[in-house]
């Protein structure tokens, strides 16, 4: 298959992904926001955060690196705004690549070294978490059965 066939055949499957996820932002912004006016969870945030992510990383392979790095810092935002780390650390990662794309090699190794960053905090965070449910549960089970058989 040549490249102009490979690209008539890619573009149209890019623009419907895009517009998928368009729609689904128009439906998050304007559907959720206005007609519920729920209250500004985490979870809506990480959902957001994740579409403006998503967005950028089409624009990205459609070429528009503007439009991109505009999408992925409005999710970083958000993240940072919600210590949103999992979606933080993806979002520095698309950063870095897009900046490795554009040949700028300071912004990505300061982008991948925040990554980094993040990383290291949902490392800490997920020993945290193992160290709660390995320690901590099974020793609130033991005196919870110790208790009922009194």
Not at 3 to 29: H, T, V
Not at 79 to 92: A, F, I, S, T
Not at 110 to 120: G, M
């Amino acid at each position: 298959m040549k490249k102009n066939n490979l690209e008539e055949f890619l573009c149209p499957n890019i623009s419907l992904k895009y517009l998928k996820f368009l729609w689904s932002l128009m439906i998050n912004k304007f559907f959720i926001f206005n007609f519920f006016s729920l209250p500004d969870n985490v979870e809506k945030q990480d959902m957001l955060a994740r579409l403006f992510s998503n967005l950028g990383l089409v624009k990205e392979n459609l070429g528009d690196y503007e439009t991109s790095l505009n999408l992925y810092e409005k999710s970083i935002k958000i993240c940072q705004k919600y210590d949103l780390y999992e979606q933080l650390y993806r979002g520095y990662i698309s950063k870095a690549s897009l900046s490795e794309k554009q040949q700028k090699h300071q912004e990505t190794i300061k982008h991948y070294n925040l990554a980094i960053e993040i990383a290291s905090k949902l490392f800490y965070f997920s020993l945290f978490m193992a160290f709660k449910v390995l320690v901590v549960v099974p020793k609130v089970m033991y005196f919870f059965f110790v208790l009922n058989r009194i």
